[in-house]
């Protein structure tokens, strides 16, 4: 079984979830939040495959939906800064698309993923994007830098970008290799646990507030 770093999570947070999930494979119940961020996710992935800048600025053929204009609208902006003034100073080799949204195995690491984009450089250097449209924790962060430089241990990525729609702002995130080696320890540390048939059951109000196989959790029904 592959890992993502989003079923460490689930795993880490509640087994007994993570066994629902990915080994009885049943139905989670639907999440709008948990929607509004795969929305979020594939507009920017959108717009980055099927439209140009021109003249520095957003193509208009290019339209947000209501819902998400204050979002994107700031995604936007941001981004069609950084195309104007790449091309006030005649820089637009700069950065060359590398790849968004693509599926990735890396069966050295027993992991998958799929990175929310990467630019490369004209150094041969790599830029890693990431879009959160939730809240941030800047330790779990650190965590999902370590578990991308993992699945992508084939290139150098020398610059990770977070974009944090709620917060409207981009954090320039440091590379620290360091984390690395302990993102890597539990990695192998769930999947130990799963090959033991670890599977118990976490309470816990947060978690299972947000957990999607509430109906079929007997402690829960307990309570």
Same mark, same amino acid.
Request: proline content about 3%.
């Given at each position: ?8 999570? #689930? ?5 007994q979830?993570f066994?629902f @999930?990915?080994i009885?494979?049943?139905?989670a119940?639907?999440n709008?939040?948990y929607q %509004? ?5 594939e507009l920017?992935s959108?717009?980055f ?5 021109? *003249? ?7 339209k947000?939906?209501? %819902?998400?204009?204050t979002?994107?609208g $700031?995604?936007l902006? +941001?981004e069609s800064? !950084?195309y104007q ?5 005649d !820089?637009?080799?700069?950065?060359e698309?590398y790849?968004? /949204?693509?599926?990735? +195995?890396n ?9 929310? +984009?990467?630019d490369k450089?004209? =150094?041969? *250097?790599y830029?890693?994007?990431e879009y959160k449209t939730?809240?941030? =924790?800047? +330790?779990d962060?650190a965590?999902e830098l @370590? $578990?991308y430089l993992?699945?992508?241990d084939k290139?150098?990525?020398?610059? $990770?970008k977070l974009y944090? $729609?709620?917060?409207q !702002?981009?954090?320039?995130?440091g ?9 890597? %320890?539990?990695i192998n *540390?769930?999947k130990?646990?799963i =090959? *033991? #048939? ?7 109000d947060?978690?299972?507030f947000?957990c @999607?196989?509430k109906a079929?959790?007997e /402690?829960?029904?307990?309570l």
């Amino acid at each position: 079984m592959l890992l993502s770093k989003s079923s460490i999570r #689930q795993y880490k947070t509640c087994p007994q979830s993570f066994k629902f @999930g990915h080994i009885d494979k049943l139905k989670a119940a639907e999440n709008k939040l948990y929607q %509004k961020g795969t929305d979020i996710h594939e507009l920017c992935s959108d717009f980055f495959g099927n439209y140009i800048y021109e *003249n520095g600025f957003v193509s208009p053929n290019f339209k947000i939906p209501e %819902k998400y204009e204050t979002e994107l609208g $700031f995604f936007l902006e +941001r981004e069609s800064k !950084r195309y104007q003034y790449l091309m006030k100073n005649d !820089r637009l080799d700069i950065f060359e698309p590398y790849l968004k /949204e693509k599926f990735i +195995r890396n069966t050295k690491y027993g992991i998958h993923g799929i990175p929310d +984009r990467i630019d490369k450089t004209i =150094n041969n *250097n790599y830029v890693l994007y990431e879009y959160k449209t939730g809240y941030v =924790n800047t +330790r779990d962060i650190a965590k999902e830098l @370590g $578990f991308y430089l993992l699945l992508m241990d084939k290139i150098d990525i020398k610059v $990770f970008k977070l974009y944090e $729609f709620k917060k409207q !702002r981009v954090l320039n995130i440091g590379v620290n290799k360091g984390i690395v080696t302990e993102v890597e %320890k539990d990695i192998n *540390n769930v999947k130990d646990k799963i =090959n *033991n #048939q670890e599977f118990k059951p976490v309470i816990s109000d947060n978690g299972c507030f947000w957990c @999607g196989y509430k109906a079929y959790c007997e /402690e829960i029904l307990k309570l």
